[in-house]
């Protein structure tokens, strides 16, 4: 079985330029999670996504951070304009619907803001 | 004061020993408690999940819960040099969706 595929693996950009990133869940997972792990931090959850709509995004800086999941299967996490706090990895995850369901994480993009 | 708090290691120790890492959280109402390994440049993998308080033993590893101390611990039995990477622990009202994570402890283990 597939795991979650993200792209790219590593990105750098200059503040204030913006980035996007892309990740495809696991086949059949109605649920996506994208989070943001800051070195020597854990994982925090950005958004959630059940299907193409957003059930969580409280922790979203939404004034700079976007993300879509258009017909409920991949699903793109950008960023306008890049702040140097922003460098993290990002990581995309997925998991069949319902709170019980595990989750399976991708590898993430490594983001680097100069 | 975080809701999770973990120490972040480094913790080194030679292969065969006996591990215990360890988590204390501030929010009472979180009832689902993980563990999840991960390794350099790779994305979390869950280890161990346990509902509420006791424990839970899966081969080599077992999971602890005192919901009255609001501490939770992972062991490692005859540890493996493969077992080196962060080990996160991670808590949830809700099952795995909404999960508060702790910092990570990075392990090493040595031949």
């Known amino acids: 079985e597939a795991g979650v595929a993200q792209s790219p693996r590593y990105k750098i950009i200059e503040k204030r330029q913006s980035v996007a990133f892309w990740c495809n869940p696991i086949s059949g997972h109605a649920t996506l999670y994208w989070y943001q792990q800051i070195l020597g931090q854990g994982p925090k959850l950005l958004i959630q996504?059940?299907?193409?709509?957003?059930?969580?995004d409280s922790q979203l800086p939404k004034d700079r951070f976007s993300a879509e999941r258009l017909k409920g299967v991949d699903s793109t996490l950008k960023i306008q304009p890049a702040k140097l706090e922003d460098s993290a990895v990002y990581l995309c995850a997925s998991s069949l619907a319902g709170a019980s369901e595990k989750l399976f994480f991708g590898s993430g993009t490594q983001l680097s803001v100069l | 004061q975080k809701e999770v708090e973990q120490d972040p290691g480094p913790l080194s120790v030679p292969e065969g020993a006996i591990v215990s890492l360890n988590c204390t959280y501030s929010n009472s109402a979180f009832q689902y408690f993980m563990w999840y390994r991960q390794y350099s440049r790779k994305g979390p993998e869950l280890l161990m999940y346990t509902y509420s308080s006791g424990n839970k033993e899966d081969g080599r590893f077992t999971a602890q819960v005192d919901k009255s101390s609001k501490y939770i611990s992972l062991f490692i039995r005859d540890s493996q040099p493969s077992d080196s990477a962060t080990y996160l622990c991670a808590m949830s009202k809700t099952g795995f969706q909404k999960l508060v994570f702790g910092t990570g402890t990075r392990l090493l283990v040595s031949p």
């Open positions: 996504f059940q299907n193409n709509g957003v059930v969580d």
